[in-house]
C-alpha cells in the first residue's frame, strides 16, 4: 500500500475503529439500559458501513467491490431507525412509538431490495477506489437518512431551547454538533454513490464522533459513568495511536525506499523497533495525560474533604460546623448552590441552617415537612437523591414530586445526613459552574462526609446540652426537689385516699354485718305484729275495737316490711363477691339503689322519674358491683340538682342492633363544664371542697364498667344539666326476660 493510499483508507479506519470501539464499550460496560444498548446497536452497524468503505477502496476486483457493498446495504438502512428510536429514548419521547415502528418497518424494506441490485446496481473506479453507485431505489436510503437527519436536528434542537437547565442544555449541544455533523456526513456521501467523483465524506464522520467523546467524557452524556467514558477515551486514544504508527511506518519506508536497506529483512525489524521505542513513551505520556484531565481537581478536594471530615470531628460549635461544611463543598465541588438542612427536633420539619453560592430566594428558605416526597426518598436509602437519575424515565408520581421539590431547592441532588439510623439533615447541592454532573466518585467522596457531618453536628448539640446543663444545675436540681417534694404531697393525699377507701370498704362489710343481724329481729317482730292484726281481726263484734288501734298496727307493719327492703337491698349493694357470671336485671338494681337513697332525696326534694323497661333482658354480671355504679351516678344527680325544681330522669332500655342494655340517669343541675369533662373519670378528680369528696367515685365506676366490657360516657344536655349514659353488652340469649 503506497501512502496516497493510505491517506484514503485513514479517515474510513478510524471512523469504523471509533464506532467499533463505542459498540464495545456501551454494550459491555453500559448495563442493561436500553438507551445504552441502542446507542451500542447504532455504532456497530455504522462500523460496518465503514468497514465496506475500506474493502471496497482496496478491492482487487469490482465484484468483490459489488458484492460487500451490496451486503453492507443489508444492515446500513437500519441505521435510520436505531438513530431516531436513540433519540426518543436520550430525550423521554414516549408518545411517538408509531414513528419508530414505521422508521424499522421502512428499513426494513429498504433491506430487503439490497440483494437485487435496486440499491446498489454497480461499482465504479475512482482514485482512492471502487465505491458502489445507486441503483434504481436508492432514493430510498438517501431520502430516508435525510429525513432521519432532520426530524433528529428538529427534536433536538427543540428539547435544547426548552431546556432551562445549563447542564442539560451544554450536552444537548454536544448531542446536536456531533451526531447532528456524523448524519449529515453520512448523507452527503451519497453523491458519490450517485457518481460525484469526490471522496466520500462519510469517510470523515471521525471528526463528529472526536466532539461526541469529548461531550461523553466531560458531560457524561449518555448517563454511562466513568468507567464506560474512560472505555471510550482509551478507545479513541488506541485508535489515534494506530494512525499513529501508520503514518510512520509510511513515512519510515517512503523516506528509505531508495536505500537498497530497504529491500532486506532487517528494515521490517528496525521499522518494528523504531515504532516499539517512539509508541512506549508516547503511549505513557498520552495516557498519564489523559488520567490527568479525568481526575482534574480530584485528588485537591479529595484532600480538603478529608481535612474538613478530621476537622470538623474536634469542632463543637453546631454553627461552625454548618458554615464550615457548605463553604468547603463549594470550594471543592465548584457548584453554584449549597443548601444545608436540618430537622428541628420541635415540629420535626427540616429548614436550612446554612447556605452559599447565589442567592436564594426568600421562598426557597422556608421549610420542609417530614412527609414532604423528598424526605420520605431520602429516608429509604442512605444514596443520594439525583435529578439526572429521576430523569431517566418519564417522571410520574413520587418521582415527579421529588423533582418539583430538587428543582424548588434548585438542586441537582440531595444527600442525606444520618445519625443512629434517622435523618437528622440533608445538603442540597445545585450546578456545578463546569456544568458537568455529578459522578460517582463525587458521590462516594461526599456521602461519608454527610454522614460524619451528621455525627459531629449531633456531638455539638450533645456538647451545647451539657454546657446548659452545668450552668442551669443548680436550678435544674432545686426544681427537681421540688418535683419530688410535690410527688411526695401527691402520694400522702394518695394514701389517705385509699385509707379512706379502705375505711368505705370496711363499713361496707360492716353494713353488710348489721343488715343481716337486723333481718331476723325485724322478721320476728313483723311475724308477730302480722298475728295479732289477724287476732284482732277476729275480736268480738260486741266488743269492738278502736279503729285507729288497727291503723297504727297496719302502719306499723307496713314500715317494718320496708325497713326488711333497705335491709335487703343494702345486703344486695353490699356483698363482696367478685363473680362476673352471675344474672343481672338492671332494673332491679336501680330499684335497688333506689330504696338506699330514699331519705336522700326526700331530704332534698328531688323529683324522681323511672321510666324503666319492664322487658329488659338479664345480663351477666356483678350484681353488687353494678349497684355501686348505679349508686354512684344517682348520687351525683341528687347533689347537683337544684334543691325543690330537681328532676332526675332514670331510664333503662335494650338496644337489640348492638345487644346492649342501656341505663341512663338525666338531671337538670348545672351541667359539666367542657374544660373538665376529660377528667371526670381520672381517680382522685372532684370537683367539690376538701373534705367533701374522695374523686374516687366516676373513676371505680368507669373500672367497674370496664371489667363489665360496657362503656360510661358523660355529655352535658340540652337545654341544661347532665347525662350519664351505661351501656353493657348481653351475652347468651337475650329472650330472657326478668320481669319485676
Known amino acids: 500500500m503506497d501512502a496516497k493510499q493510505l491517506f484514503y483508507n485513514l479517515p474510513p479506519f478510524l471512523t469504523a475503529a471509533l464506532l467499533a470501539g463505542m459498540a464495545v464499550t456501551a454494550w459491555m460496560r453500559g448495563g442493561r439500559a436500553k438507551g445504552n444498548r441502542v446507542f451500542a446497536l447504532f455504532c456497530f452497524l455504522g462500523s460496518l458501513l465503514y468497514v465496506d468503505f475500506l474493502i471496497a477502496f482496496n478491492a482487487p476486483a469490482p465484484r468483490v467491490a459489488l458484492v460487500t457493498s451490496r451486503a453492507a446495504h443489508l444492515l446500513h438502512p437500519f441505521i435510520i431507525p436505531l438513530l431516531i428510536h436513540f433519540f426518543h429514548i436520550f430525550l423521554n419521547i414516549g408518545g411517538r412509538r408509531w414513528l419508530v415502528r414505521s422508521a424499522y418497518a421502512y428499513a426494513a424494506v429498504t433491506s430487503a431490495c439490497a440483494p437485487a441490485g435496486l440499491i446498489i ?75 460525484v467523483p469526490i471522496y466520500p465524506p462519510g469517510a470523515f464522520g471521525f471528526i463528529p464522533l472526536l466532539v461526541l467523546a ?39 519506508q517512503a523516506l528509505f525506499k531508495e536505500m537498497r536497506l ?33 481526575a482534574k481537581g480530584r485528588y485537591d478536594y479529595r484532600q480538603t474533604l478529608r481535612y474538613v471530615s478530621q476537622t470538623i470531628a474536634t469542632v463543637m460549635d453546631k454553627q461552625k460546623i454548618t458554615q464550615l461544611l457548605q463553604e468547603t463543598i463549594v470550594d471543592a465541588m ?23 453560592g447565589r442567592p436564594v430566594p426568600a421562598a426557597q428558605a422556608t421549610v420542609l415537612a417530614a412527609d414532604a416526597q423528598l424526605i420520605r426518598y431520602l429516608n429509604r436509602d442512605d444514596r443520594a437523591v439525583m435529578k439526572k437519575k429521576l430523569l431517566e424515565d418519564p417522571p410520574e408520581g413520587v418521582a415527579a414530586q421529588v423533582l418539583t421539590q430538587l428543582a424548588w431547592l434548585d438542586a441537582e441532588v440531595a444527600l442525606p445526613m444520618r445519625f443512629k439510623g434517622e435523618l437528622k439533615g440533608f445538603l442540597a447541592m445545585g450546578e456545578k459552574r463546569s456544568g458537568e454532573t455529578f459522578s460517582g466518585e463525587d458521590l462516594d467522596l461526599l456521602e461519608p462526609l454527610c454522614h460524619q457531618g451528621a455525627v459531629a453536628i449531633e456531638n455539638a448539640h450533645a456538647y451545647q446540652a451539657l454546657r446548659q446543663l452545668n450552668r442551669t444545675l443548680e436550678a435544674r436540681v432545686a426544681a427537681r426537689t421540688h418535683d419530688l417534694q410535690a410527688a411526695l404531697e401527691e402520694k400522702e393525699r394518695s394514701q389517705e385516699q385509699l385509707v379512706r377507701s379502705e ?14 343481724e337486723l333481718n331476723n329481729p325485724l322478721t320476728s317482730v313483723t311475724s308477730l305484729l302480722q298475728s295479732a292484726v289477724e287476732e284482732l281481726r277476729r275480736w268480738s263484734p260486741g266488743q269492738p275495737l278502736e279503729p285507729e288501734l288497727l291503723d297504727d298496727l297496719q302502719f306499723a307493719d307496713k314500715e317494718l316490711i320496708r325497713a326488711r327492703g333497705i335491709v335487703a337491698s343494702l345486703l344486695g349493694l353490699s356483698r363482696q363477691t367478685q363473680t362476673y357470671e352471675e344474672s343481672v336485671n338492671l332494673n332491679l338494681v336501680v330499684r335497688d339503689t333506689l330504696r338506699v337513697l330514699h331519705n336522700q332525696s326526700k331530704h332534698a326534694a328531688v323529683k324522681v322519674v323511672e321510666a324503666l323497661d319492664d322487658e329488659l333482658p338479664a345480663l351477666r354480671g356483678n350484681f353488687a358491683n353494678l349497684g355501686q355504679v348505679v349508686l354512684n351516678i344517682i348520687q351525683n344527680a341528687i347533689q347537683a340538682a ?92 337475650p329472650g330472657s326476660v326478668r320481669h319485676s
Request: aromatic share 10%; charged share 15%; glycine share 12%.
Open 121 to 195: 446496481a454497480e461499482v465504479r473506479r475512482f482514485d482512492f477506489g471502487y465505491f458502489g453507485q445507486a441503483g434504481p431505489l436508492f432514493f430510498l436510503t438517501a431520502l430516508g437518512a435525510t429525513a432521519a437527519t432532520v426530524y433528529n436536528a428538529a427534536i433536538i434542537y427543540g428539547a435544547m431551547v426548552a431546556e432551562q437547565r445549563a447542564i442539560q442544555k451544554n450536552k444537548l449541544k454536544y448531542v446536536f454538533i456531533g451526531f447532528g455533523m456524523l448524519t449529515l456526513l453520512t448523507s452527503l456521501t451519497s453523491l458519490t454513490v450517485y457518481g
Open 214 to 252: 469529548a461531550g461523553i467524557f466531560r458531560y457524561d452524556l449518555l448517563d454511562m459513568g466513568l468507567l464506560i467514558r474512560k472505555g471510550i477515551v482509551y478507545t479513541t486514544l488506541t485508535v489515534l495511536l494506530t494512525t499513529v504508527y501508520l503514518l510512520m511506518a509510511v513515512t519510515l
Open 262 to 294: 530497504a529491500d532486506g529483512y532487517l528494515f521490517p525489524l528496525a521499522l518494528v523497533a523504531v515504532i516499539v521505542l517512539l509508541s512506549g513513551p508516547l503511549k505513557s505520556k498520552l495516557q498519564g495525560g489523559i488520567e490527568r484531565i479525568l
Open 334 to 356: 465548584q457548584v453554584k448552590t449549597c443548601a444545608l438542612f436540618q430537622v428541628d427536633p420541635g415540629d420535626g420539619r427540616y429548614r436550612a441552617v446554612a447556605m452559599a
Open 503 to 516: 375505711s368505705l370498704a370496711a363499713i361496707g362489710m360492716l353494713v353488710a354485718g348489721v343488715a343481716h
Open 642 to 733: 337544684p334543691g325543690q325544681q330537681g328532676r332526675i330522669m332514670l331510664s333503662t332500655a335494650y338496644d337489640a342492633g348492638r345487644r346492649e342494655v342501656l341505663f341512663r340517669c338525666h338531671d337538670n343541675g348545672p351541667g359539666i363544664d367542657p374544660a373538665i369533662r376529660q377528667h371526670v373519670f381520672k381517680p382522685f378528680f372532684t370537683t367539690k371542697p376538701v373534705g367533701q369528696g374522695t374523686g374516687l367515685g366516676l373513676y371505680i365506676c368507669h373500672q367497674i364498667v370496664q371489667k363489665h366490657h360496657g362503656t360510661i360516657t358523660l355529655e352535658s344536655a340540652d337545654p341544661h344539666g347532665t347525662a350519664v349514659s351505661v351501656r353493657l353488652p348481653v351475652t347468651g340469649d
